[in-house]
């Protein structure tokens, strides 16, 4: 499997690191792994295990997101054909109420996707009626993935960020 990291410049931790003390119990701090996700070579994203302790008994939600896209061609028994840009497919896993046990959280790996299939995008497009014939181009496009981890009773995320994936 080819693994594509996906870097966080400095200017974002930063504003990460900002973002975390108001937004999780007082001495919240990550004990290990590491806060990243990578893109697959299946255009699924897989985010990382990692442990946050001195959060008391606060549990968590996390939620990951990934948003694909696709291009469908309609093609008439004439050879007319048309474009169709068909909806979005977004998948979601989210993963609620981690508790903690012993003043900490060990937030677990998430995997979104896999992609969309063909199928499922041609069944979104709308062709201009049932006699044209409908056809993937050009393959699965992930547009963008999200990733958060909120603590319960907290207004904003402890960890949010999000990407794209390029090949």
């Known amino acids: ?19 975390q003390g108001s937004c999780a119990p007082s001495g919240a701090h990550v004990q290990s792994g590491t806060q990243e996700c990578h893109c697959n ?4 994203i897989t985010c990382s295990s990692f442990q946050v302790c001195g959060v008391g008994n606060t549990n968590a939600n996390v939620d990951a997101n990934s948003a694909y896209s696709a291009t469908v061609q309609c093609r008439n028994k004439g050879g007319q054909i048309v474009d169709v840009k068909s909806q979005d497919i977004n998948i979601s896993k989210p993963v609620n109420n981690i508790r903690a046990k012993n003043g900490c959280l060990t937030i677990p790996e998430i995997t979104t996707g896999p992609a969309p299939t063909a ?4 069944n979104q ?6 006699n044209w014939s409908k056809q993937l181009l050009g393959g699965t496009i992930i547009d963008n993935y999200s990733y958060a981890v909120t ?7 402890y960890v949010s960020f999000s990407g794209t994936c390029n090949a």
Do not use: H, W, Y
């Open 125 to 130: 497009a709308t062709c201009p009626n049932k």
């Open 151 to 157: 603590f319960i009773g907290f207004s904003c995320s």
């Open 119 to 122: 199928t499922q995008f041609e």
């Open 1 to 19: 499997m080819r693994v594509i990291p996906i870097a966080v410049t400095s200017m974002s931790m930063l504003g990460l690191v900002a973002a």
């Open 41 to 44: 070579t299946d255009s699924s």
